[in-house]
């Protein structure tokens, strides 16, 4: 901006709207950088496609000067020449001061012009006015709002709305990126290519820590909403955990670690940092929580615990939150500290936005997982949402859930753009030993049980995480495993190539 313009007047001394009766407060603006600019575009419509397209009617301070603005806006829309004599037919003569005034105020712009070259600029400086004056206009509500408090509405819930709104204030016309030219789509794609192919796992979004699932989704990407769905005792929380570290903590050759915001509405952060540390140090969780640990144990719980208090894991273990609050959380943490993964524990236990009601539960898990996506999108980050899944996976011989049994809506499904689910077959062997028949003899029986046994052997320690929707990939399933006393997922290796303690 030059210097000409920066000296522009932002509170003129007469004729100003703003002051009012008796001496009140100013608000922010700029009537002569309004002037010039409309006065600009009258002179030459070209204008229009040089100033910031965020630019509307509402942001110009005198209502009169919005007005002419968005009629030169339609004009121009329609291929028509905007100037003082086209405009006039639109305005009345009440609209200035009597007969006449309007055409001579449209006249008095077009002659008023200092700079048309200037024109970008004076509307950065009318934009920047209304940011001005809508943020004294948030702090008046937030007064407004304590100083009158609503007994259905507590006060951490108004700072989550008053940041909602700051947020939002902040991020307009950042997100709406609007038309974009191929050619920078394609140079976006070339990029997230090139992205993958200098990483050694060939991945474009965050790590899942696990190779082959790794390969079938390419990581988990920037503004994807990736459900992860399970019955209980499958170990969702575990894998997403691991998940959810790994994107963290990596060291990987190509891998970035970024900070997580893992929002547990089921575990206490304790539950889940005595999980970590189970994993990492390798020692039985059941023993680190009795506190039944030799002096080698507790030392290496001790150093492990130290390695990992410096990692950008952050976990909310509120209860009852609302999808709005965590949108707010993770808004407040992107700024402060930086945001690349959100992680929800789980779904179904998350409440419908503040002040939307639901006539029934699946309107309210249609809500939860469309804002799921929504904050994905705004904050450009993946969101882990676990899922539970209905019942009648128990009722069907085989136990591998599809997405029918996503539980209490169809809009999970449409929403997510990747759905997984976890898949242990030794836990429902384990519940259904076999039983002798009378008409079996005791041949029969012990083949039937040696077979049962081989199987069970075989689905020791394993399980099978199944894509079942991807919206930009393959779907197909991948197995993995599992070590129970560390509730800990790894990538599955051959029996000739596992270590000696496994």
């Known amino acids: 901006m030059s210097e000409e313009q920066s000296n522009i007047e932002a509170f003129p001394a007469s004729g100003d709207p703003a002051a009012g009766l008796g001496g009140a407060r100013k608000m922010p603006h700029n009537l002569p950088a309004e002037q010039n600019l409309l006065g600009a ?89 209304h940011l001005r004056r809508e943020l004294i206009r948030i702090g008046d509500d937030v007064i407004q709002d ?32 609007g038309l974009r030219g191929f050619d920078s789509v394609t140079a976006a794609a070339i990029n997230q290519a090139a992205i993958a192919r200098k990483s ?32 209980p005792a499958m170990g969702k929380s575990a894998l997403a955990t691991t998940m959810a570290f790994h994107t963290a903590t990596t060291t990987r050759t190509g891998e970035t670690a970024a900070p997580v915001a893992f929002f547990s509405l089921e575990m206490s952060a304790e539950q889940l940092g005595t999980r970590i540390l189970s994993e990492r140090a390798q020692i039985d969780s059941n023993a680190i929580r009795q506190g039944d640990l030799n002096a080698e144990e507790f030392d290496r719980l001790v150093e492990v615990s130290n390695q990992l208090s410096v990692s950008p894991f952050f976990i909310d273990d509120t209860p009852s939150l609302s999808v709005s609050q965590v949108a707010s959380r993770a808004r407040r943490m992107k700024r402060t500290s930086g945001l690349g993964l959100i992680v929800v524990d789980y779904l179904q236990l998350l ?42 996976v128990e009722q069907r011989e085989d136990k591998r859930p599809n997405l029918s049994d996503l539980r209490e809506s169809g809009s999970i499904e449409q929403d997510a753009d990747v759905v997984l689910f976890i898949y242990r077959e030794e836990y429902y062997l384990s519940k259904k030993e076999p039983e002798r028949d009378a008409r079996e003899t005791e041949d029969q029986f012990n083949a039937k049980n040696d077979a049962f046994i081989a199987r069970l052997q075989a689905a020791e320690n394993k399980a099978e995480v199944i894509i079942a929707k991807q919206r930009h990939g393959p779907v197909g399933s991948v197995n993995i495993h599992f070590e129970k006393r560390f509730t800990h997922f790894t990538d599955l290796k051959d029996d000739s190539q596992l270590p000696d303690h496994y």
């Open 200 to 231: 050694d796992g060939g991945l474009s979004g965050y790590s899942t820590g696990l190779t082959d699932l790794n390969n079938l989704m390419g990581g988990m990407h920037r503004s994807d909403l990736i459900i992860l769905a399970g019955r």
């Open 146 to 177: 304590a100083s009158h408090p609503d007994v259905d509405l507590p006060a951490t819930t108004q700072i989550e709305t008053a940041e909602a709104k700051l947020f939002q204030l902040a991020e307009t016309g950042e997100a709406d990126a």
């Open 351 to 392: 409440a419908p936005q503040l002040g939307v009601k639901s006539e029934n539960r699946v309107q309210e898990i249609s809500n939860i997982s469309r804002s799921l996506k929504a904050i994905a999108k705004e904050l450009d980050v993946p969101v882990l949402a676990l899922s539970q899944l209905s019942r009648a």
């Open 41 to 129: 575009l009258l002179l030459d419509n070209d204008v229009m496609e040089k100033i910031d397209d965020r630019l509307r009617a509402e942001h110009f301070y005198d209502p009169l000067h919005g007005r002419i603005f968005a009629t030169v806006m339609r004009l121009i829309d329609r291929g028509q020449l905007a100037n003082p004599v086209t405009l006039k037919s639109f305005f009345s003569s009440t609209d200035d001061g009597g007969d006449g005034a309007m055409e001579d105020y449209l006249g008095e712009l077009a002659d008023g012009v200092i700079s048309i070259a200037q024109s970008p600029d004076y509307a950065v400086t009318i934009y920047e006015a």
